[in-house]
């Protein structure tokens, strides 16, 4: 799924949306549409203000409001538009959404511990994260494809979305995703197009790339 690699040196920047309550509260949000809270809304104009100076040529977003709102402190920096799409939205977990993470081991340890082993697991009876994947990286890949020549595409999604994502436009196998890790309100990751397809450039950033200067170049 990571596609033929043209040498084009396009980059992905997957960033996640800025603070809400139910961040706070430790709840699972899933699809549920939660708004941001103030300080989520001045997390993502502080990194819309860094993320403009990459100069990006283009928007994605999931359409929840999170997502949105998060996507559009960065256009109006840089006067982009934004297209929402609703295969960006974050992994339906059915019976979790709404749930504490204390309620969710309370009620479906296994199932959890399960998924915390990366068995495909459908939490909540929710979808499968290859199922997220499977919807979501066709969109990122798409819109990739219509960037310039070393070209940005910023993608304003979710958490689990984002890591899904990653794994699969990486290649890796799934069960594999979790050693991704999360990331933290309104940071991001880079991928960048090498010789051999995608890389992972930078992971949970909240600052803007560096030169990679050594052997590994």
């Keep these: 799924m990571n596609g033929t690699p043209t040498g084009r040196g396009r980059r992905i920047v997957l960033w996640r949306h800025g603070q809400t309550a139910w961040?706070?509260?430790?709840?699972f949000q899933g699809s549920t549409d939660i708004e941001l809270t103030a300080a989520?809304?001045?997390q993502a104009r502080r990194a819309a203000r860094l993320l403009a100076a990459l100069g990006p040529d283009a928007?994605?977003?999931s359409d929840l409001r999170r997502a949105a709102a998060t996507a559009g402190e960065l256009a109006a920096l840089t006067g982009l538009g934004v297209a929402h799409d609703a295969a960006l939205r974050e992994t339906y977990a059915g019976a979790w959404q709404?749930?504490?993470h204390e309620e969710i081991i309370a009620r479906y340890g296994e199932q959890y511990a399960a998924w915390k082993r990366g068995e495909p697991v459908r939490r909540g009876g929710g979808e499968?994260?290859?199922e997220v994947a499977?919807?979501?990286?066709?969109?990122?890949l798409e819109h990739a494809g219509k960037l310039p020549d070393d070209g940005t595409l910023v993608v304003?999604?979710?958490g689990g979305t984002i890591r899904t994502t990653i794994g699969r436009l990486l290649g890796l196998e799934a069960h594999h995703w979790e050693g991704l890790g999360g990331l933290s309100n309104c940071c991001w990751s880079v991928l960048g197009e090498g010789a051999r397809g995608w890389r992972l450039l930078e992971h949970n950033a909240g600052t803007l790339p560096e030169p990679v200067l050594?052997?590994?170049?």
Excluded at 134 to 140: G, K, L, M, Q, W
Excluded at 214 to 217: L, S
Aim: proline share 3%.
């Design 59 to 61: 928007i994605v977003a």
């Design 23 to 27: 961040n706070l509260e430790r709840r």
């Design 156 to 158: 304003v999604s979710h």
């Design 214 to 217: 050594g052997d590994d170049t």
């Design 134 to 140: 499977d919807r979501a990286a066709p969109v990122v």
């Design 40 to 42: 989520g809304r001045e």
């Design 98 to 100: 709404g749930l504490t």
């Design 128 to 130: 499968l994260e290859t």
